[in-house]
């Protein structure tokens, strides 16, 4: 194992950590990348053996695969078990799956690393150093395990084939110890190992496989992912379907708000306008009378009613009409002055500086404003967790991206350790980042501590666009230095106003703050995790990035795309009004830009032919952009998208006729996933696009529900045309990169077809 760069290595052996022991009539097997007893993450049943924290296998021959990511739609729990059964050469027809429990034998290190200014704000340097010791000690004393940044294959490909391999040969050398043959001689494929004409099922050797010492190191397969499907016809490619699909086409998959415990009550509940909130008071004798209400809990910025169903409960809350004394009340126009007043007068830090930035350049050549309002995630589940408290123990039920943090924060809560907080992880019903919050999980456990029974807590749609943490807003004065010739870019300066929402999060996540606590550490700015990406991908010579911090009285948080969804439509727009302004063709615009990045001009020629790019001239209603996540000089995942949309401005708004993209992830791990991601992270960028937006008065949003959100609906939505380019580099992934371009692509259509240049998200605000 390698060490840090600073020079400290560990040396480990797996035999070393070999350990066995009895639980439950199976046989453990079990090793570490860290040498630390974080216990035993995976408890065999009877007639089952565990291979290490990733894998169970029965003598019924199911290989079950631990999965320390949340399931969210995004297909994690396909993609690790399939990483697994390829490596192992397993049947994928019994292949099951197991949510990993919190545990620091699943540490996403990138993650860890590249949020280290967050947990440890002294950090500098361990995100370009994922393999830095103190990264790693960190996340796995810590447990931290979450699901964030699109870092799931980046961090578990590795360790999951690892654990696939050794597993996969100590079956060998099980059947070779029957054969009487050395089991570097034997195969395994479709869940058999064979020599010549003999074979054994896994489940066959299984019992006498967990005997033995796995390998150091692992015996990897040189491309797992290209072995065949099954062993009488090695022409038959693998094909590996999702796992959860049958169950979510027939509705027995199981999310937060589906867990049933016996004796459990069912709570809903009532936060305080968006601002620094207290309950000032509530009507407890029309309360009482409410039908079937059992308790009333309260706490400083929010009151909730247990009841015996949730609707009683609800409707319990309306009678007891709480009131609230709330300072600095979230309101729009209040927002949009602020960041007007930060963007002109604000002291900005410069963040980023490419080549000699903008010294010297006197006045830029043009300078352009940009502005995006809060937007909401607008998930389909909201916030539910099930807490039940007995004992001196908390158990929870709950779909979180941050289980380890959500389980000490609600630990803290009812005033126990961590470790006596057991969390059953669920899958969520979408999430774009929001699962990255915890606050129902402290809310359930002090419900259910106080109540004294399981209680489960489910948020109500307007109770979600109250206390959301939504996309911050912002404002951004976009400048060029162009050359006279061609108005090609020479330098390029960025000044943003918008909260420190990356140091906000950071302060919730891991300091446990209170909201408003939150947004006062934040306040100290600057925030250089929120322009993660700001580098842009053209190869213009000379670059700056300011950002003003500004508190804008609204708590804002994480958001599919992140940095990248702001910065591509700024950028993008942006270049396309440098090329508008000396009437050359936004393509080759570009294309021009891009000789240090040939996969990302590549994705720009496809993209174009996919979509009979015409130049976007004569009002085609065509726009163009294309964006990068990831470095391309780094050792990293880099995904690269161009994409063409076909838009107009029509009756009630933004009509969107079609989207085709060209994609380059790198090696891609499974294709059906991975379009599946793109296509919908383009419909979720149009969603952007066309709505998404909170607006407040008074602390309160205008929109009440998904409906006043102006979200597409099915016969809004566009038809969507991607081609995925093959690639060796490591596997990026797709579920952020459609979601960023889609906007600016949809604006410049917009001027294309109009020429109506709309530089405000969503679209619709300019008022279409």
């Known amino acids: ?12 052996s797996r035999r070393g950590l070999l350990a066995g022991a009895a639980v439950g009539g199976g046989l453990l097997v079990a090793w570490s ?14 007639g089952e053996w565990a291979f290490g924290a990733w894998l169970k296998l029965g003598r019924d021959g199911v290989l079950t695969v631990a999965v320390p990511q949340l399931e969210m739609g995004q297909g994690i729990s396909t993609l690790l078990p399939q990483v697994v059964a390829a490596e192992m050469g397993a049947d994928w027809r019994q292949v099951a799956v197991e949510p990993a429990p919190v545990s620091g034998a699943y540490p996403n290190l990138p993650l860890a690393a590249k949020w280290a200014p967050l947990w440890m704000p002294l950090a500098s340097g361990l995100a370009d150093r994922p393999d830095d010791l103190v990264a790693r000690r960190w996340a796995g004393e810590k447990g931290f395990m979450a699901t964030a940044d699109g870092t799931s294959l980046a961090a578990y490909e590795r360790p999951a084939r690892e654990a696939a391999a050794a597993a996969r040969a100590m079956l060998c050398m099980a059947a070779g110890q029957r054969w009487g043959v050395d089991y570097e001689q034997c195969e395994a494929q479709g869940g058999l190992v064979m020599h010549g004409s003999k074979q054994l099922a896994f489940a066959a050797l299984a019992e006498e496989a967990a005997r033995f010492d796995p390998p150091d190191p692992p015996p990897l397969r040189s491309n797992p992912y290209q072995e065949t499907a099954t062993v009488g016809n090695p022409s038959q490619p693998v094909a590996y379907p999702r796992l959860d699909l049958p169950a979510k086409v027939d509705g027995s998959f199981l999310f937060g708000g589906d ?15 968006a601002g620094d909130t207290e309950l000032a008071g509530y009507d407890i004798r029309a309360g009482a009378r409410a039908l079937g209400l059992k ?7 929010w009151i909730a009613a247990v009841a015996d169903t949730w609707w009683a409960a609800e409707r319990a809350l309306d009678a007891l009409a709480p009131r609230w004394r709330t300072e600095g009340r979230a309101d729009s126009g209040t927002i949009d002055r602020q960041l007007e007043e930060a963007l002109t007068k604000g002291e900005a830090r410069r963040i980023l500086t490419r080549g000699d930035g903008d010294s010297n350049l006197g006045a830029p050549t043009v300078t352009y404003r940009y502005d995006l309002a809060p937007a909401t995630h607008a998930m389909i589940e909201t916030a539910s967790a099930t807490a039940r408290m007995a004992d001196g123990r908390l158990e929870l039920w709950l779909a979180s991206q941050a289980p380890a943090q959500a389980r000490e924060a609600a630990a803290k809560a009812v005033g126990l350790s961590p470790n006596d907080v057991v969390l059953y992880p669920l899958a969520a019903g979408g999430s774009f980042d929001r699962r990255l919050e915890h606050d129902h999980a402290i809310e359930a ?5 106080e109540v004294g029974a399981p209680v489960q807590l489910v948020w109500s749609r307007w109770q979600e666009m109250i206390a959301g943490r939504p996309r911050a807003p912002l404002a951004c004065l976009a400048s060029a230095w162009t050359a006279r010739e061609d108005g090609t870019p020479q330098a390029l300066r960025l000044r943003v106003a918008m909260p420190a929402t990356t140091k906000e999060f950071g302060a919730r996540l891991f300091g446990n703050k209170t909201a408003v606590a939150a947004r006062e550490v934040a306040a100290t700015g600057p925030d250089p995790l929120a322009f993660e990406g700001a580098g842009t991908p053209y190869g213009i010579p000379a670059l700056a990035i300011d950002h003003v911090a500004v508190d804008v009285g609204l708590s804002s948080g994480r958001f599919r795309g992140n940095s990248h969804g702001y910065l591509a439509f700024i950028v993008e727009s942006f270049m396309d009004e440098l090329a508008g302004r000396v009437g050359r063709e936004p393509l080759s615009f570009r294309m021009a830009l891009l000789g240090h990045d040939p996969r990302l001009a590549e994705c720009l020629q496809r993209a174009a032919r996919l979509a009979e790019w015409d130049g976007g001239a004569g009002q085609s209603g065509q726009g163009i952009a294309c964006w990068r996540i ?4 780094g050792e990293g995942p880099v995904a690269r998208i161009a994409c063409v ?5 029509g009756e009630g708004g933004v009509r969107v006729g079609k989207l085709s993209a060209a994609v380059d992830l790198g090696r891609v791990v499974n294709l059906g996933i991975a379009r599946q991601q793109i296509e919908g992270g383009l419909i979720f960028g149009t969603s952007l696009a066309t709505g998404s937006a909170v607006t407040f008065a008074d602390g309160l949003p205008a929109e009440a529900g998904l409906g006043a959100l102006a979200l597409p609906r099915l016969d809004d939505c566009p038809e969507v045309v991607v081609e995925v380019m093959r690639g060796d580099g490591p596997p990026a992934d797709p579920g952020e990169i459609g979601a960023v371009v889609a906007a600016p692509a949809i604006a410049n259509a917009l001027n294309s077809a109009a020429g109506l240049r709309l530089r405000r998200l969503p679209l619709l605000s300019e008022g279409i």
């Open 259 to 273: 867990v049933r415990l016996p004796g459990m009550l069912y709570a809903a509940i009532r936060h305080g306008p």
């Open 645 to 649: 949309a076909t838009a107009r401005a």
């Open 445 to 449: 456990a002090v419900i259910a501590a």
């Open 1 to 12: 194992m390698a060490g840090s760069k600073d020079g400290l290595a560990v040396q480990i």
């Open 630 to 633: 990831g470095d391309p000089e």
């Open 295 to 301: 308790q009333v809990v309260k706490a400083r910025g």
């Open 33 to 46: 990348l860290w040498p630390r007893d974080y216990g035993v993450p995976l408890t065999p049943g009877r």
